[in-house]
């Protein structure tokens, strides 16, 4: 018994003294700023206090720019020219193409004055699914950061009903 209580004091003892260099280390590394842990930035989204950007290693706020990497050139109001398909028969559900000029990343298609979820597909093209549940003519744009693009209009028209046979 004797040497296990020996043992044991002694992998106590082992464990303050590793416990008191990683201390020392932990203090003499204390005026470092490392950039933040997974933990940190959680924090900083649960209690809402955006961290500070500063660029000598400290805490970085993820939404900001970075200003080591150039800015994309800034676009012009979005252009369309024109649509496909431009009618329908009602009700249906179906993906709008739009094709023009100046589509970034964040433009949306308007449809009936409702931003759809939008595929931007290039600069040139951008889809989205539009559902229309009666005939009507609604007005489609396309919205970007800079302003909107003008306006055109698409139509879904009525099922013809079909005549009954006698």
Same mark, same amino acid.
């Given at each position: ?80 020219? $024109?649509?496909?398909? =431009? &009618?329908? @028969?009602?009700?249906?559900?179906? +993906?709008?193409?739009? #094709? %023009? ?12 004055? $409702?931003?759809?979820? =939008? &595929?931007? @597909?290039?600069?040139?093209?951008? +889809?989205?699914?539009? #559902? %229309? ?16 693009? =003008? &306006? ?15």
């Amino acid at each position: 018994m004797d040497r296990i209580e020996e043992a044991a004091r002694q992998q106590l003892a082992d464990d303050r003294e590793l416990r008191r260099l990683m201390l020392e280390a932990a203090l003499a590394a204390s005026d470092v700023q490392p950039t933040p842990t997974q933990l940190e930035n959680d924090m900083a989204v649960v209690i809402r206090i955006p961290l500070e950007k500063t660029y000598d290693g400290s805490p970085i706020d993820p939404s900001s720019p970075d200003p080591t990497e150039p800015s994309p050139p800034e676009l012009p109001p979005p252009t369309l020219a $024109s649509f496909t398909p =431009t &009618t329908a @028969v009602a009700p249906a559900t179906l +993906t709008l193409t739009a #094709t %023009g000029a100046n589509f970034g990343p964040d433009c949306k298609i308007v449809f009936n004055g $409702s931003e759809c979820a =939008t &595929t931007v @597909v290039s600069s040139s093209e951008a +889809t989205c699914s539009v #559902t %229309g549940d009666v005939a009507a003519t609604y007005d489609v744009l396309v919205r970007g950061l800079k302003g909107d693009s =003008t &306006t055109q209009q698409f139509t879904f028209t009525a099922v013809q009903p079909e005549e009954t046979k006698r």
